[in-house]
């Protein structure tokens, strides 16, 4: 059966809020109230965070929003993101670089290296070959081949950075 986004969503046991930040850098301006892990996943965990985007704390000041993020906390996207990237391609999500708050790279199961964004995913493996009109051809020259599991990496991160 193919993957729909528009699968119902996971309806696991709450627990109570565990953290609690004064700010969360991702969105300047709103105020992170509280966080808590309300559905665990074997690659990444889905959380409810509560931002007040308002003068108070009333409901109509509050924003909910539920996201993925890796177990190590890094941010993958909303939980059917994450569900494709994780459950059904089999990527383990890293950030692209330690400067980044969004994971946009990450090794698959089946061995290659994915790059994406919320425009394109693209995977990468010794052996592949740049093609004219490939994203990557912006950055690296036509004919040039991936012969290592680093240069997959690299070619992943490329690709992420040009469809961002």
């Not at 704390?57 to 990237?85: E, F, S």
Request: proline share 8%.
């Amino acid at each position: 059966m193919p993957f729909r986004y528009n699968q119902p969503r996971d309806r696991g046991p709450r627990r109570p809020f565990v953290a609690y930040g004064p700010h969360d850098p991702k969105f300047p301006g709103m105020t992170l109230l509280r966080k808590a892990v309300v559905v665990p996943h074997a690659g990444y965990d889905v959380w409810e965070e509560v931002y007040q985007v308002g003068q108070t704390q009333r409901p109509r000041d509050l924003m909910t929003m539920r996201v993925a993020r890796t177990k190590t906390g890094d941010y993958i996207g909303m939980p059917d993101d994450a569900r494709y990237l994780v459950d059904h391609k089999g990527i383990a999500p890293e950030l692209r670089t330690i400067d980044h708050n969004v994971c946009s790279v990450g090794k698959s199961s089946d061995g290659k290296w994915y790059g994406w964004s919320h425009r394109a995913l693209a995977g990468f493996a010794p052996g592949d070959v740049v093609r004219e009109g490939d994203v990557v051809a912006a950055k690296i020259p036509v004919g040039t081949k991936v012969t290592n599991d680093a240069e997959a990496k690299w070619f992943a991160a490329i690709f992420a950075e040009e469809v961002s």
